[in-house]
């Protein structure tokens, strides 16, 4: 749902949208996926190969003689219970981080301005202006703005049409690319 605004009126937003912000939304971006990377990825390889030191420890009459079908059979339990407690872990603190940025629904009003978004959620102003977005991440249901300090997301139902949220999604990830362009000034983008 959307308020545009009449003219070039530099005291009013360009568009104001609306909408109810719920922990689905918070959990659609957190299983956006992501590159393991550094630390991460070393935590992982270093948590499977604990079961290869765990098969190492366990008696013969359990794992069986080095190298038997037993043994092999072991090994590879051992691994997807390490992987299942891994993929749990992750599945855990993606659900508890996305319960942190949005721990109950709440409506959200969101303020585009040309030189930056202006959003009120749960009585708190956040100001992201272009040159602060680390990617602008577009899905069928949602749009998601990457601000410093948090996201912003904004769902589909936001939008009249599906349109207006690519054009929207285009413009920001434009302006963060190029913020001294501004969304609506040197290029001439008043075109939306």
């Known amino acids: ?88 872990f992750y599945n855990l603190r993606m659900r508890r981080r996305a319960r942190k940025r949005v721990s109950s629904a709440c409506d959200v009003e969101l303020a585009e301005w040309s030189d930056h978004l202006h959003e009120r959620r749960g009585g708190r102003d956040v100001f992201v202006p272009p040159e602060t977005i680390a990617r602008v991440i577009r899905t069928d249901r949602h749009v998601f703005v990457d601000a410093p300090d948090d996201v912003v997301i904004i769902p589909a139902s936001a939008f009249e049409t599906e349109n207006d949220m690519a054009a929207f999604a285009e413009s920001w990830e434009e302006a963060s690319l190029d913020p001294m362009g501004q969304i609506y000034g040197a290029k001439g983008g008043e075109n939306r």
Not at 4 to 27: C, H, K, M, W
Not at 28 to 49: C, H, M, N, S
């Open 1 to 88: 749902m959307s308020d545009e605004a009449s003219g070039n009126d530099p005291v009013q937003p360009i568009q104001t949208l609306t909408y109810r912000l719920t922990f689905a939304d918070a959990l659609a971006y957190e299983q956006l996926p992501r590159d393991l990377t550094g630390f991460r990825k070393f935590a992982v390889i270093l948590w499977l190969a604990f079961a290869g030191v765990i098969l190492g420890l366990l008696p013969e009459s359990v794992a069986g003689a080095e190298g038997g079908l037993r043994w092999w059979l072991a090994g590879f339990a051992l691994l997807v219970v390490q992987f299942g407690l891994l993929v749990a």
